[in-house]
């Protein structure tokens, strides 16, 4: 599809791009370079960018037998309105020995570099000097189009060559490498591809590099951008911040403006002819996507070479952000958008540089996988003093050394892992244990071995980078020591913890219930061996258990409701194995008895709009509610009133002692709050509220239920229509207008109705489904 698109491209340019194609799928020759700044030399596949005084050494790398003269330029530019000087362009003979060699450096000042290998017939240094002098800005374009192509091009040839490689060693493995490649690489992979059998998945992946669709960093592939575009693609895909930018520019930028350029400098002697300029090594690879003429008009092959710029350093970031395990088999550091790092050879010298503990470094070096996505471990892991703290990506650019980005890898250290309270841990039950300290990316297993010896592998959960939770299951133990025992990937022997396994003493602090409340709740611990508790003649039966810091909380119920019987009464617990023990009970006195007595909600309504008629307990979100209570036996300036969202959801606490809740008389208090500042602006749904004298609270009980409410602006009825349209905004939040009803997240903005008899329609929310509401069909004065 994506070469069918391309050709449209091509049909909506100047008549002489229609001999081209955008396939650029023509071997051409080889030139070979190299690169010397300062000491140091590179092949030009190693260099990302050049930089003013670096020396250049060019030869054409053609065939003995090449019968046709080329004439090798190289010419330097310097922006799209400032003519380069003559003296920045360099030609060699490549017929010649010893004129076939260039020998040049970087003029200062210089901005971008071409390439060029015309047909030798006199005066051809001239002829393209003066096509550059004369409109230096279209070839500033096409060096920058012609680079990045040649990039983009050479992510294609990664992926297809990687594909390539897979299928001829082990094709196997093709369905799980392909997507780790094309992730890599920015490749838009066809999963159509992998369904199909065995020997035709490769082919399939990568019959046609035109046809591999290429991803830009982090956005819209070719084809998506593509789809849809009326006749004039290529402008539209220009005007595109992706297209505008270069992202595209291996195709979009070719057929845009590189066919106008050679069609604007087409003689009678030459025409241009692009090529991509792939860097191999000390060689530059010039793929063709027309067939070069050796007949008048003769072609002129016209390559980039790396731009004359400051380059930055990658910005490259970890894929994920989750702690790896600096010794899990196989580790592999996935980058993001580093397609570039796996496509040519302008990264080398990667290393890891590991921070221990004791601020020692150790760089261990790195290679490129691009079938595992990411950069793997060159050699064995060295030996080293201490746990890993930090872990800081480190190469060379180019001619230039980077650092970062920092990479969540990690090591601990024998002896790292802790457990809290000394050890100790308690039989009869399962026991929860949490460990603090490792990696917890390192560890592979966790067993428990007893005082018999036998090991017994416990399931454990990462509870964060550096904290691993299980459970013991201890409730057949013995008291005495134990050992737990954590495996760790890549070291030899297992982290030890020492444990002390303990009988808990049962021990039954309180039991304490509210004169008119059924249910208690008896403080201690061990209460889960608490079957019931008598109180008085009264039998109480255990219920729901929680443990905390202090200790256990068990919550007992009876059939009635306590009386008062005096302050502190005897209580005897029953325990599940028989036994029994006492305990100090205390009837304390009844819960704050409160009711509500007058609730007033008040909106401002937004201006030209159609009011609506909420019935009696629904709030809208960003409304007031004020509301009145009465209290038995009276206020004190000690009462807060608790104001709750939902069985789970935010609280807050209006007091008396703030000025929050007002007092009126003895017994009234009036109470106001906005439901969105006190709950957050997401808060739908029931609210409750209940009264807090010190430590005691009451019941919760219904204070209303928080909608949101759409905005409705019109309602238009033409005379003789029969039905009506409702017009607004935030029409997601109803769920049905009279007779009709709205799906879930409709987003329109009009709904048509039928007309209203009584000058008003009936209306369901979506935060209230159970109760009717009213439209007003006038705005509000």
């Not at 190299?34 to 003013?52: D, I, M």
């Not at 690489?185 to 065995?198: E, V």
């Not at 002819?273 to 072609?299: C, E, I, M, W």
């Not at 009133?641 to 807050?652: L, Q, R, S």
Request: charged share 20%.
């Amino acid at each position: 599809m994506l070469s069918r698109l391309l050709i449209v491209a091509s049909l909506t340019l100047a008549a002489p791009a229609l001999g081209q194609s955008n396939g650029f799928d023509l071997s051409g020759p080889d030139l070979s370079m190299t690169v010397k700044r300062g000491e140091a030399s590179l092949p030009v596949g190693a260099v990302p960018s050049l930089k003013a005084g670096d020396r250049l050494t060019v030869t054409a790398a053609l065939p003995d037998d090449q019968s046709a003269r080329y004439l090798l330029v190289v010419a330097f530019l310097r922006g799209a309105t400032n003519p380069p000087p003559k003296n920045w362009f360099f030609s060699a003979e490549t017929w010649k020995r010893g004129r076939n060699r260039l020998d040049i450096v970087v003029p200062e000042g210089a901005e971008q570099a071409v390439t060029f290998l015309a047909p030798d017939t006199g005066g051809g240094l001239d002829a393209i000097r003066d096509a550059v002098r004369g409109r230096p800005g279209v070839f500033v374009r096409a060096a920058q189009d012609l680079y990045q192509a040649s990039l983009d091009r050479a992510r294609l040839d990664a992926f297809v060559g990687g594909i390539a490689s897979v299928a001829d060693s082990d094709p196997d493995r093709l369905p799980t490498v392909a997507p780790v490649l094309a992730n890599a690489l920015r490749i838009k992979l066809n999963p159509d591809c992998l369904s199909r059998q065995r020997a035709v998945q490769a082919s399939c992946l990568s019959q046609a590099r035109d046809s591999v669709v290429l991803q830009a960093q982090r956005g819209a592939t070719l084809t998506e951008t593509l789809t849809g575009a009326p006749v004039d693609l290529a402008y539209r895909v220009a005007a595109t911040r992706e297209g505008g930018a270069g992202f595209y520019s291996p195709y979009i930028g070719l057929a845009r403006d590189l066919a106008r350029l050679f069609g604007a400098f087409r003689s009678a002697q030459y025409q241009y002819v692009p090529a991509l300029a792939l860097g191999r090594g000390d060689r530059v690879h010039l793929q063709l996507n027309t067939a070069p003429s050796f007949q008048n008009p003769r072609s002129v092959l016209v390559a980039p070479l790396p731009p004359v710029a400051a380059m930055p350093p990658p910005a490259w970031r970890p894929a994920s952000g989750d702690v790896q395990c600096l010794t899990q088999p196989g580790l592999t550091l996935t980058l993001d958008d580093a397609s570039l790092m796996f496509a040519t050879g302008y990264a080398r010298d990667l290393a890891l540089r590991l921070t221990q503990a004791d601020g020692k470094t150790v760089d261990v070096p790195l290679i490129v996988n691009p079938g595992r996505g990411g950069l793997r471990l060159a050699g064995d892991l060295p030996t080293l003093t201490g746990p890993v703290t930090n872990a800081m990506l480190q190469g060379v650019w180019g001619f230039d050394p980077f650092t970062g980005p920092r990479l969540p890898v990690r090591l601990d250290a024998a002896g790292a892992w802790t457990a809290p309270g000394d050890g100790v841990v308690v039989v009869g039950r399962d026991h929860p244990l949490s460990l603090r300290g490792g990696v917890a990316a390192c560890v592979t297993g966790v067993a428990l071995r007893e005082a018999d010896g036998a090991l017994r592998p416990i399931a454990w959960k990462a509870a964060g980078p550096d904290a691993i939770d299980a459970t013991l299951p201890l409730g057949k133990a013995k008291p005495g020591p134990m050992t737990l025992v954590v495996s760790r990937q890549g070291a030899a022997e297992p982290a030890t913890l020492a444990l002390t396994a303990r009988v808990e003493a049962s021990r039954l602090d309180r039991f304490t219930v509210h004169a008119g409340d059924r249910a208690g709740v008896l403080e201690g611990t061990r209460l889960d061996q608490v079957a019931a508790l008598d109180m008085g003649g009264r039998r109480f039966t255990a219920g729901t258990l929680t443990r905390g810091a202090d200790g256990d909380r068990l919550e007992m119920t009876t059939d009635a409701a306590v009386e008062a019987q005096g302050d502190t009464v005897d209580a005897r617990v029953k325990l599940r194995d028989g036994r029994g023990a006492s305990v100090a009970a205390r009837i304390a006195p009844p819960r704050p008895t409160v009711t509500l007595v007058s609730r007033e909600v008040t909106a401002a309504p937004a201006p030209a709009t159609l009011p609506i008629i909420l019935p009696e307990g629904l709030i809208p979100r960003d409304a007031t509610l004020t509301f009145s209570l009465r209290l038995t036996g009276g206020f004190t300036g000690g009462d807060a009133v608790e104001v709750a969202a939902g069985d789970d959801g935010a609280a807050t606490r209006l007091t008396v002692a703030s000025g929050a809740v007002q007092r009126v008389g003895a017994d009234v208090a009036v109470a106001r709050l906005a439901p969105a500042t006190a709950f957050g602006p997401a808060a739908t749904g029931p609210i409750r509220f209940r009264l807090w004298r010190g430590e005691v609270a009451g019941d919760w009980q219904s204070l209303g239920r928080i909608v949101r409410l759409p905005v409705l602006t019109t309602l238009a009825c033409p005379t003789a229509a029969k039905a009506c349209t409702l017009t607004g905004r935030d029409l997601f939040t109803v769920a049905s207008v009279g007779e009709v009803a709205l799906p879930a997240g409709f987003v329109g903005s009009k709904i048509d109705v039928a007309k209203p008899g009584d000058g008003t329609l009936p209306m369901t929310l979506q935060d209230a489904p159970d109760v009717v509401v009213r439209i007003k069909t006038r705005p509000a004065g």
